[in-house]
């Protein structure tokens, strides 16, 4: 399957003329010669959540995590899955128009490599996907050592999941980071930093600039 059919849903619900998200028409900008990396974005939306995207092939397999990720094993924080997002937006930072899909800020929590952790059973991610559990080992600046996605069908809907820290060496109860550590790994914003400075007052300056 071509990343065009793949990102089809995303691409319909939002307008590229309003909003500053990537297309995903030029996927070749996408560093994937390193092998898969994750990204984690904290989305200042109608409800404040997390997303969590690992690209899987050509895509960003994407769920929003409503209490965002955990350090601590017994936390089970839902995950719901939403569409496929194109692979350049590993490294989208910036503000949602309101009255676009989404509409809010979008700031990098966390990013870096992944690995599968089921390869050495010799199943792809493609395959742990459609099976509804992956495990991968993810090396971020926050979020390090194996986290488990388990598909529940919660209340009957299939794209509730659960996101669990594996209980290993980088599992630690005490750390808190989505509060303790809320900037951008990518610009060292605070989310108001990035309101403040890509929000609408910025696009009004630049028309008025460039008038
Ligand atoms: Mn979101």
């Known amino acids: 399957m071509t990343t065009e059919i793949h990102v089809r849903e995303y ?5 590229f003329e309003k909003t500053p998200e990537p297309s995903g028409d030029d996927e070749g900008a996408a560093k994937q010669g390193e092998g898969p990396r994750f990204v984690v974005q904290k989305h200042d939306a109608s409800s ?9 092939g050509d895509v960003l397999v994407s769920w929003a995590v409503p209490k965002g990720p955990s350090t601590d094993p017994s936390d089970k924080r839902l995950a719901v899955r939403t569409e496929d997002h194109p692979l350049g937006y590993l490294e989208f930072e910036g503000v949602i128009p ?10 990098v929590w ?3 490599p992944y690995r599968n952790l089921k390869e050495d059973d010799g199943v792809s991610m493609d395959e742990a996907l459609d099976d ?3 495990t991968v080992w993810l090396e971020g600046e926050k979020l390090r050592g194996g986290y488990a996605l388990t598909r529940t069908k919660m209340g009957g809907d299939p794209k509730n999941w659960l996101l669990v820290k594996m209980d290993d060496d980088e599992a630690d109860a005490r750390r ?7 900037k951008s790994v990518l610009s060292g914003r605070t989310i108001e930093e990035i309101a403040a400075e890509e929000g609408p007052d910025r696009r009004e300056r630049e028309r008025q600039e460039a008038s």
């Open 176 to 182: 808190n980071p989505t509060s303790t550590e809320p």
């Open 98 to 107: 309101v009255d676009e899909y989404g509409g809010g800020t979008v700031l």
């Open 48 to 56: 404040l959540h997390y997303d969590l995207r690992l690209a899987i």
């Open 132 to 134: 509804g559990h992956l």
């Open 110 to 112: 966390d990013t870096g």
């Open 11 to 15: 691409r319909r619900k939002r307008n």
